[in-house]
């Protein structure tokens, strides 16, 4: 076997920012300038600090370098030449660049690079401002002493298909001085090589005034403080009261598994790495200075406490802005079950506290955006605009339309495309009249790119397999539905909609172990209760068990006021002869829904599988029948 060719190299991995946006907004005239660029300033560049370009991905270069201080230098060289060539474009129209930079071992093929290492610069990349420069903790190691830049720590990333979390630093493109003389400087040398002496005399002296004038004045100013990233987040060690050294060592395994399950669920957001916070154990804290300090908007702080033969684990998530707790909860584990349960708690504490985070998040951006506001704010706001219109179809619809602001911006951010799919399939459900057939395929178009661009996000699959299942394509459905699950498996969502899968494909009694497995995860969580609820009442149904159908579908219906569990309700009651409350469901349902009727329901389409149709025709149909819902 052929030993493989290996060299240890700097990597430099960039692509264009939004470049689907701007070439869909004028592909020849970005074409001709992206060209431009690559003759005038990054060709040139390149070649300055002894690189090669490996090769190019239409928007985006991947470059070698033999020294990584040249593969650094080049990279802030290119970004600094970008800032002077946008000076005068319009923000939508400028080419910005964003640039991953490491080091590691590369297989060599050809003329072309393969490994870890080509793979962690990509990621890189990914994780870059436009116009700016991220780098693993190898370059910042190795250029540290060497340039005079400075890094900014954003802590350990977990990135896609890097098994590894990857630590992470944003070169700071303001903390030192180009190395070549600006247009100002060349301006003035030839200035002063025109004049007499005299008159340099006299421009030097005005010169040195000014400076004196700025330099009083910057003494005094206040730099201006950086604004943390939307679902940034750190979590504090968890504090144990009590001397004992189980209590510590449970504490500190909470924090940092908290930390890593946190991380891996929220895509978009920025955990503080575990190492960057340990200096804060045991220590009396400002939120508001350590939310400065580490740049995020959000604190974790948590304890440890037991209580006879019980452990309580008090969690609070702290708004750093204002320094005011925004939630808190407390979960308890029986003493002796400590060590079984470790995984059971983390993954509860994991699902709270990330819906107070997107609770938080929301409620922070119910007001209208700001003027330049992100793909991120404007998608932020949709769902706060939504939840403030209670998850109704008109709230669904304005949604959209900040979804889709959303997407002009950045045609590829995950979560205003799946965002949008949401919408879709509240058109679905809730409108009578609404175009099956288109907004089913629109789905699929979003869906589809949503996992293509962003194949590690479990929320990405799970809207996926929605779509599917509503295409009746049951194998691909629970192919994604194992998928999310997999990339998640803390949540309880994969789980519940795998039952529905079961009772689509007509296997009910397959259907109520996996409810049951869910409601083990968290038999706390209120939403979940009402999906699990539904999920027992349809199978229930399906199985002809009736008064067991009643009892979850009236939970459900305590729990989340929709029109599908009131059809199955209404359907139990009459199916048991209970004529009185079968007379109020019926009201209560045709209040939700006026023109409710056989037809309406088929014209939903749920699956086209011969026992569910057998199952819904025997149980449920005969059920609406007899109380008096009509055909059409």
């Not at 040249?70 to 600094?80: I, K, P």
């Not at 293509?452 to 299942?469: K, Q």
Request: aromatic share 6%; net charge neutral.
């Amino acid at each position: 076997m052929a030993r493989d060719h290996r060299r240890l190299a700097a990597i430099v991995s960039l692509d264009v920012a939004g470049y689907s946006r701007l070439m869909g907004v004028d592909d020849s005239g970005t074409l001709a300038a992206l060209k431009a660029h690559r003759r005038e300033l990054i060709d040139p560049k390149i070649a300055e600090h002894d690189g090669r370009i490996v090769k190019t991905t239409g928007d985006g270069l991947l470059l070698e370098f033999p020294s990584v201080v040249d593969a650094v230098r080049c990279g802030v060289d290119l970004q600094r030449g970008m800032t002077e060539r946008n000076e005068g474009i319009a923000p939508d129209k400028r080419l910005e660049f964003r640039i991953g930079i490491n080091v590691g071992d590369i297989i060599i093929d050809g003329d072309d690079i393969f490994g870890d290492g080509v793979n962690v610069a990509a990621r890189l990349e990914a994780l870059a401002d436009p116009g700016g420069i991220c780098v693993s903790r190898v370059v910042r190691d190795q250029v540290f002493d060497k340039l005079s830049f400075t890094f900014e720590d954003l802590g350990a990333q977990q990135v896609k298909n890097i098994a590894r979390p990857v630590e992470v630093y944003r070169v700071d493109l303001g903390s030192a001085l180009p190395p070549t003389a600006s247009r100002g400087r060349r301006r003035w040398l030839r200035l002063t090589r025109a004049v007499g002496w005299r008159l340099r005399a006299g421009v030097l002296a005005l010169a040195v005034a000014g400076i004196a004038v700025w330099a009083i004045a910057a003494f005094w100013k206040t730099p201006p403080t950086p604004t943390p990233p939307p679902f940034s987040i750190a979590i504090l060690p968890f504090a144990s009261p009590t001397d004992s050294a189980a209590d510590e060592q449970l504490a500190d395994r909470i924090t940092q598994d908290l930390g890593s399950a946190l991380g891996r669920l929220s895509r978009s957001g920025r955990v503080v790495s575990h190492s960057a916070v340990a200096t804060y154990k045991a220590k009396a804290i400002d939120a508001r200075s350590v939310g400065r300090e580490l740049n995020v908007r959000y604190l974790v702080e948590g304890d440890v406490r037991r209580a006879g033969e019980r452990v309580g684990v008090n969690v609070h998530l702290i708004d750093t802005s204002n320094a005011t707790q925004v939630w808190s909860d407390r979960l308890e584990l029986e003493q002796s079950r400590v060590t079984q349960e470790q995984g059971g708690l983390v993954a509860q504490l994991t699902n709270r506290l990330y819906d107070a985070l997107r609770r938080a998040e929301r409620r922070r951006a119910a007001g209208a955006p700001a003027p330049g506001a992100s793909a991120m704010d404007l998608t932020m706001h949709a769902w706060a605009v939504w939840d403030r219109d209670d998850n109704t179809l008109s709230g669904a619809l304005e949604a959209r339309r900040w979804f889709d602001q959303a997407l002009k911006l950045d045609a590829d951010f995950v979560l205003a495309l799946t965002g949008r799919v949401r919408t879709l399939e509240y058109e679905l459900d809730l409108d009578p009249h609404a175009d099956r057939d288109r907004l089913v395929q629109e789905m699929d178009a979003l869906s589809f790119r949503a996992v293509s661009i962003d194949p590690e996000s479990p929320s990405a699959w799970a809207y996926r397999e929605d779509v599917l299942e509503r295409q009746w394509r049951w194998d691909a459905a629970i192919e994604a539905n194992v998928k999310s699950q997999k990339l998640d498996p803390s949540n309880d969502w994969p789980l519940n909609r795998r039952a529905g899968i079961m009772i689509y494909t007509g296997q009910p009694a397959q259907a109520l172990p996996l409810v049951d497995q869910q409601l083990a995860l968290d038999p706390q969580a209120k939403e979940s209760l009402g999906w699990a609820a539904l999920q027992q009442c349809r199978a229930y149904m399906a199985l002809g068990r009736y008064d067991e159908a009643i009892v979850s579908c009236e939970k459900d219906v305590a729990l989340d006021n929709w029109w599908l569990p009131h059809v199955y309700l209404l359907a139990a009651y009459a199916q048991k002869g209970e004529a009185t409350r079968a007379v109020a469901e019926k009201t209560a349902l045709l209040k939700l829904r006026p023109e409710f009727s056989i037809a309406d329901f088929r014209a939903q389409r749920f699956s086209d599988h011969p026992a569910y149709l057998q199952q819904t025709e025997t149980h449920l149909y005969a059920g609406l029948r007899k109380a008096g819902i009509p055909e059409n």
